[in-house]
């Protein structure tokens, strides 16, 4: 794996897992949930699409060589 392929595989897997785990103590500590329902949506299509595309970039590489 190169070194961009490394940041964008962690780069997607903290957003997302650590992004709901932000909003989750956020809505616990106001009592509003609203925050974390509307964080997962976007959360969950930033984190899926940059882990697949960097996946994809990692399984590229090794056919590569």
Do not use: C, D, R
Request: no cysteine.
């Amino acid at each position: 794996m190169t070194k961009n392929t490394i940041v964008s595989l962690y780069a997607s897997l903290i957003v997302l897992i650590g992004f709901p785990v932000v909003f989750f103590t956020v809505s616990l500590l106001t009592k509003q949930w609203g925050y974390l329902i509307f964080s997962i949506p976007g959360s969950l299509t930033a984190g899926l699409t940059g882990l697949l595309i960097s996946l994809q970039l990692n399984k590229n590489e090794h056919n590569s060589v």
